[in-house]
């Protein structure tokens, strides 16, 4: 409940230094969803994943087509990093999807 049509996504990271980071979600030309942090502690951060879970019942975040197609296998989300010191880098980060049937019909994992 954060005033704003679309909820933000909360984040808890845990590790050497816990802390929560909360993500505001805009839809950025209609097409594109946008996630900013607009603060993190400045702490070292080794890797991050984040799964989110399907279903009609658990989902918060959801997908308009077929996240297993071949086409959207080759997706990629764009990821900006901005330090602390005003440094960016930007990254064309490759999505995985898990629970795809490949070829035989076995799953992913």
């Known amino acids: 409940r954060n005033g704003n049509p679309i909820p933000d996504l909360f984040v808890a990271l845990r590790g050497q230094v816990d802390f929560d980071l909360v993500g505001r979600i805009s839809i950025v030309n209609n097409t ?5 942090f607009a603060t993190a502690p400045d ?11 399907g279903g009609a019942r658990t989902a918060s975040i959801g997908a308009t087509r077929n996240l297993c197609s071949k086409s959207s296998r080759r997706e990629k989300a764009q990821v ?4 602390q010191n005003g440094k960016v880098r930007q990254v064309d980060q490759t999505l995985k999807v898990g ?3 490949q070829r035989g019909g076995s799953h992913r994992r």
């Open 99 to 101: 629970g795809c049937k």
């Open 80 to 83: 900006d990093y901005i330090g």
């Open 43 to 53: 702490v070292p951060i080794r890797s991050f994943t984040l799964r989110l879970l």
């Open 32 to 36: 594109l969803l946008r996630t900013t």
